[in-house]
């Protein structure tokens, strides 16, 4: 990463964002630096694929290069970054047919018992010689790819971008209550998956 | 349960830390430095970079164009400047006059004056031309040479009109007596009048035998340029109506006034040719016979001397009786014409 000024380090998203509409280059550098991580863990989440992953990383920031002037600081930098992400998600599995319809009434509650019982398999698979963080981060993976689509993309919004609940509302479209039950939803099955571990 | 689960978002953090790969990271990044030193979103650009070249092809084309435009509107002034130096009327009035020495215009004889001999009609409407020619190549013009060349080359007929114009204007007569100083002045520059005088006006010019040296070389053009006018101008006044008739009588006057006052060593009596009246016209031509006839002596040239006598003799039955004493034994030995 480019060295930057404290001053630049300091500045909120929004700040950064229109200094580098303005020709800072190194403003940018620093908004790449705050998201990079979090919006590459939320689509790879989403994807489950590295290259996929890469191309639509790459597709977001490249749209936000090219749409820099007309961004308009109405909203978070962060919340504007994760709409276009979570758009061209959705528009990736329209293309590749993989989108699983679910009502937006449903909170996954009658989420299937057997694929719980199918995460509890893979870690008593899990061979003993492999390291500790990787069975359990693979159990975090595997127990989140169970969740419906929703929640999860919910999940990430929360845990990988940091979004509020207004915010989440905002990025996926639907109301603040639906947002709130599908994170409740999705910490309940998580947590259950996961006990073990915690 | 809106809020983050502590043990839930401990655990994925310690479990969720991919990054994209340093390529990407790299790639993206290059994209931005570019998009920020292109330049292309922090205002739109008035308009594209300008190539070099096109400004030494807009030079160029402005360069050819206006060249174009300075050739083609001098271009148009040059050749009426060509037409006027090509044909100078001088040049085309000298021809005229060359070629009138050599023979005289058919039209010219053919075309007798009222109340004047023909011999001495086509002498004096040659001399009359070629003077009208050579006054209007020598007049600023606003159309100078074409005009006077097709002047020039029609003289010998338009003599009549011109004298005919001029006829009742006494100031364009005082102009044309004006004139005729100057032509005289220029012909004796040139010597081309005195040496055309006496073969083409003949019976015209006749310097008296007592008058001699360059005074009289001044004065001997006098008649011949004068004299048409008065020969003329009974067409004229045919011409103009009855009206011209004073108006002529008191050009001439002016003009033999002027004729004397310019050049003092004119003989009255040559003065009296120069500005004679109408009336007066019959022994100004006696006047005339006599000098043509002595010339003739003079240069030995007999046959033209009793050619000119015979025509006097033919105009006035008592010619023999009004020449002078000297030639009146002359004219005693010359047999009268049968008829």
């Given amino acids: 990463m480019p060295a930057s000024t404290g001053a630049t380090d300091e500045a909120t998203d929004e700040a950064l964002m229109l200094a580098y509409v303005a020709g800072d280059a190194a403003a940018f550098d620093t908004l790449y630096a705050r998201h990079r991580g979090g919006l590459y863990r939320y689509a790879l989440r989403h994807l489950r694929n590295a290259s996929h992953a890469d191309e639509i990383f790459q597709d977001v920031w490249m749209n936000v290069i090219r749409v820099r002037a007309t961004y308009v600081p109405t909203a978070k930098f962060a919340t504007w970054l994760y709409t276009l992400a979570h758009n061209r998600i959705v528009d990736h599995w329209r293309a590749s047919a993989r989108a699983t319809i679910i009502s937006i009434d449903d909170d996954g509650e009658s989420a299937p018992r057997d694929e719980i019982d199918a995460i509890a398999g893979v870690r008593t698979d899990e061979p003993e010689a492999r390291a500790a963080s990787m069975q359990i981060g693979a159990r975090v993976m595997a127990a989140l790819e169970l969740l419906p689509s929703e929640q999860r993309d919910a999940f990430l919004l929360q845990y990988e971008g940091g979004h509020s609940l207004a915010e989440i509302a905002a990025i996926t479209g639907v109301g603040d209550e639906t947002v709130k039950s599908r994170l409740r939803y999705a910490s309940a099955k998580l947590r259950a998956m996961l006990k073990d571990l915690q | ?339």
């Fill in chain 2, 1 to 339: 349960m809106s809020e983050r689960d502590p043990e839930l978002d401990a655990l994925w953090r310690r479990h969720s830390a991919e990054t994209p790969p340093a390529a990407l990271d790299d790639a993206i990044r290059a994209a931005a430095h570019r998009a920020v030193h292109a330049k292309p979103s922090t205002a739109p650009r008035a308009r594209a970079p300008w190539p070099a070249w096109a400004t030494f092809a807009a030079a160029a084309s402005i360069g050819a164009i206006a060249i174009g435009v300075w050739q083609l509107q001098p271009r148009d002034i040059d050749e009426t400047q060509v037409v006027a130096s090509d044909t100078p009327a001088r040049s085309v009035a000298r021809q005229e006059t060359a070629r009138k020495d050599v023979a005289p215009s058919p039209i010219q004889a053919q075309t007798p004056a009222a109340g004047a001999p023909a011999v001495s009609s086509a002498t004096d409407k040659t001399v009359s031309a070629e003077t009208d020619a050579r006054n209007d190549s020598r007049k600023p013009s606003p159309f100078p040479a074409t005009r006077d060349a097709r002047e020039g080359k029609e003289a010998p007929v338009k003599a009549e009109t011109q004298i005919a114009r001029s006829a009742p204007s006494t100031i364009a007569a005082a102009a044309g007596a004006q004139e005729e100083r100057t032509l005289r002045a220029r012909s004796e520059a040139r010597g081309s009048v005195a040496k055309v005088a006496p073969d083409t006006t003949n019976e015209s010019v006749a310097p008296p035998a007592s008058v001699g040296g360059n005074d009289t070389a001044r004065v001997v053009p006098a008649p011949t340029i004068a004299q048409p006018r008065m020969a003329q101008a009974p067409m004229a006044m045919k011409r103009s109506g009855d009206a011209a008739t004073a108006d002529a009588g008191s050009q001439q006057s002016q003009a033999a006034g002027n004729a004397v006052r310019a050049n003092p060593g004119t003989l009255p009596s040559q003065a009296g040719s120069l500005a004679a009246p109408a009336p007066r016209q019959a022994a100004r031509t006696v006047d005339d016979f006599v000098d043509t006839i002595r010339r003739a002596l003079a240069d030995h040239r007999d046959a033209d001397a009793v050619t000119a006598l015979a025509a006097m003799r033919t105009q006035f039955a008592d010619a023999d009786a009004r020449l002078p004493a000297d030639l009146r034994t002359w004219a005693a030995r010359v047999p009268r014409a049968a008829n």
